[in-house]
Antibody, heavy 119, light 107 residues
Framework: EVQLLESGGGLVQPGGSLRLSCAAS????????LSWVRQAPGKGLQWVSS??????HYGDSVKGRFTISRDNPKNTLYLQMSSLRAEDTALYFC??????????????WGQGTLVTVSS | EIVLTQSPATLSLSPGQRATLSCRAS??????LAWYQQKPGQAPRLLIH???NRATGIPARFSGSGSGTDFTLTISSLAPEDFAVYYC?????????FGQGTRLEIK
């Protein structure tokens, strides 16, 4: 059974930093693309970043501030977030892609970790 | 950036009725479209990928169609558990984008 478990969310001041983690199990972690998708309170879904065999990709709103990475031996995905803004407040989902590279549909999702940026 | 426009914003139907949800892309995306269902307090669930392929475990009452710029998600006979928000997503070009969602509510 595929499982994705996010952690690391919390309350952070504007301009601060936070690192999210996503522990994965139940599939061959290194061979699939992984992504972060966020959802602001009461709003729709917004893709944030992906990492796959073809490298990393970022949305314009986070480019230069967020860094996605993965530790394949630990089956863990990360999102390092810096220079956080109020508009980054959201539930952050970890999502597994159907394929190893390129942009993907997301066939499994975690339950999300909440990031709140406020003073 | 490819913009996906979903319609209607809200759809009010009764169990047993047929639901037709639309997603239009601002430029051609071939068949690189997925549909998701999201219930309150839950993560999204993949229903359809590559426009018309049901994901694992998705009931046959869900079907997807379309290519190019116009896509449709059809639920042939609504079950009580189908009332939720539905999103489309394109993977044709970076950045990946989602539609704004269609809320399917009980009439």
């Amino acid at each position: 059974e595929v499982q994705l478990l996010e952690s690391g969310g919390g309350l952070v001041q504007p301009g601060g930093s936070l690192r999210l983690s996503c522990a994965a199990s139940g599939f061959s972690f290194s061979t699939y693309s992984l992504s972060w998708v966020r959802q602001a309170p009461g709003k729709g879904l917004q893709w944030v970043s992906s990492i796959g065999l073809d490298g990393t990709h970022y949305g314009d709103s986070v480019k230069g501030r967020f860094t996605i990475s993965r530790d394949n031996p630990k089956n863990t995905l990360y999102l390092q977030m810096s220079s956080l803004r109020a508009e980054d407040t959201a539930l952050y989902f970890c999502a597994k892609g159907r394929y190893g590279s390129g942009s993907n549909p997301f066939d499994y999702w975690g339950q999300g970790t909440l990031v709140t940026v406020s003073s | 950036e490819i913009v996906l426009t979903q319609s209607p914003a809200t759809l009010s139907l009764s169990p047993g009725q047929r639901a037709t949800l639309s997603c239009r892309a601002s430029q051609t995306i071939s068949s690189h479209l997925a549909w998701y269902q999201q219930k309150p307090g839950q993560a999204p669930r993949l229903l359809i990928h590559d426009a018309s392929n049901r994901a694992t475990g998705i009931p046959a009452r869900f079907s997807g169609s379309g290519s190019g710029t116009d896509f449709t998600l059809t639920i042939s006979s609504l079950a009580p558990e189908d009332f939720a928000v539905y999103y489309c997503q394109q993977r044709s070009n970076w950045p990946i984008t989602f539609g704004q969602g269609t809320r399917l509510e009980i009439k």
